[in-house]
């Protein structure tokens, strides 16, 4: 069963607005991770936030937001005041933590964001 | 400065023949991975290596194979076994297990098979 889902394949915004790129997820497990990656044209992949499940308040990285509701089994990533450069793959993903954590971070298949001028 | 360094960036090989990626880290970090990604898709597992000398199979472990001998390298074979080759090969690291440890990435390799 996927894990987790992105269902926006792409997103465009103005340059200088907030975005919000989607991502739901599923797991019987009671501690568990959320990440999102950037990847640029180059490829690389870059860490941009992180979101505990028990963590009681959303995470934050600069322009990076995580509207994280628990109950829905979403973690939003909200990006502020976008540039230029935000154009990229944004990817969502999820590690398990129980007995001892998982070896595995899932990834869903990503949003292509792109940013107008 | 710490990091995952991947070589080559862009690889170019004949149909039936095997090849090595390198991937080598300095982070310490004891956990590696190796992802594939298609156009289009997210990141697929490989394989990965929780410490040296033992590695496990991910999702899609069949026409690869790797080693792990020293903590710092991590390197993958695509096999001639490996029916579509071509694709774009992320390795990774991680500092331990929890779910709260995000995996580092390198700037990948373009493999190529033709």
């Known amino acids: 069963a996927q894990k987790i889902t992105q269902t926006q394949p792409g997103m465009f915004v103005q340059e200088k607005e907030a975005v919000t790129l989607d991502c739901t997820y599923d797991?019987?497990?009671?501690?568990?991770?959320l990440f999102w990656y950037k990847q640029p044209s180059s490829g690389e992949m870059i860490f941009l936030i992180y979101q505990g499940s028990y963590d009681q308040q959303n995470a934050t990285e600069g322009r990076y937001s995580l509207n994280f509701q628990k109950a829905r089994k979403s973690a939003n990533l909200v990006i502020s005041a976008s540039q230029l450069g935000d154009s990229a793959m944004y990817f969502c993903a999820m590690r398990e933590g129980g007995r001892g954590g998982s070896e595995k971070l899932v990834f869903g298949k990503g949003t292509k964001l792109t940013v107008n001028p | 400065d710490g990091g995952i360094t991947q070589s080559p960036k862009y690889l170019f090989r004949k149909e039936g023949q095997n090849v090595t990626l390198s991937c080598e880290q300095n982070l310490n970090h004891d956990a590696m991975y190796w992802y594939r990604q298609d156009p289009g898709q997210g990141l697929r597992l490989i394989y990965y290596?929780?410490?040296?000398?033992?590695?496990q199979k991910g999702d899609i472990a069949e026409g690869y194979s790797v080693s792990r001998e020293k903590k710092e390298s991590f390197p993958l074979t695509v096999t001639s076994a490996q029916k579509n080759p071509t694709a774009f090969y992320l390795c990774?690291?991680?500092?331990?297990?929890?779910?709260?440890?995000?995996?580092?990435f390198g700037n990948g390799t373009r493999l190529t098979v033709t």
């Open positions: 290596s929780q410490i040296v000398n033992d590695f």
């Open positions: 990774a690291s991680s500092k331990g297990q929890g779910a709260s440890s995000p995996l580092h």
């Open positions: 797991t019987s497990d009671p501690s568990y991770g």
